[in-house]
């Protein structure tokens, strides 16, 4: 997955677009991330034991990855992730870097 944890990323779709927040949780299998902040929903909950309170809980809920960018820490910009091979000791490793700026993310 191209975004990771603890990347800026922008959201491009839904009700907080145009809006930035860094990426929490990314859940390689869905395809999703979870940004903090950013899509709330409301959740009702019901009193379980005798004493316990109900009500309406704030939740963060996970955005797919198609619907946000990333934000490249060097030059500030929205960017598309890149891959640039590394070579360590024959040892082959992919790197992520900014197209804009070419800069090792």
């Given at each position: 997955?191209?975004?990771?944890?603890?990347?800026?990323?922008?959201i491009?779709?839904?009700?907080d677009?145009?809006?930035?927040?860094?990426?929490?949780?990314?859940?390689e299998?869905?395809?999703?991330?979870l940004?903090?902040?950013?899509?709330?929903?409301?959740?009702?909950?019901?009193?379980?034991?005798?004493?316990?309170?109900?009500?309406?809980?704030d939740?963060?809920?996970?955005?797919?990855t198609?619907?946000?960018?990333?934000i490249?820490?060097?030059?500030?910009?929205?960017?598309?992730v890149?891959?640039?091979?590394?070579?360590?000791?024959?040892?082959?490793?992919k790197?992520?870097?900014?197209q804009?700026c070419?800069v090792?993310?």
């Amino acid at each position: 997955m191209k975004i990771k944890k603890g990347d800026k990323v922008k959201i491009l779709a839904g009700k907080d677009k145009g809006r930035t927040g860094t990426v929490e949780i990314a859940l390689e299998k869905s395809g999703q991330v979870l940004v903090g902040g950013l899509n709330i929903f409301k959740k009702h909950s019901k009193p379980r034991k005798e004493g316990e309170k109900g009500g309406i809980i704030d939740k963060s809920r996970p955005i797919n990855t198609s619907k946000v960018i990333l934000i490249c820490p060097k030059c500030g910009k929205t960017t598309r992730v890149g891959y640039q091979a590394v070579d360590k000791e024959s040892k082959q490793e992919k790197r992520r870097i900014c197209q804009k700026c070419k800069v090792e993310i």
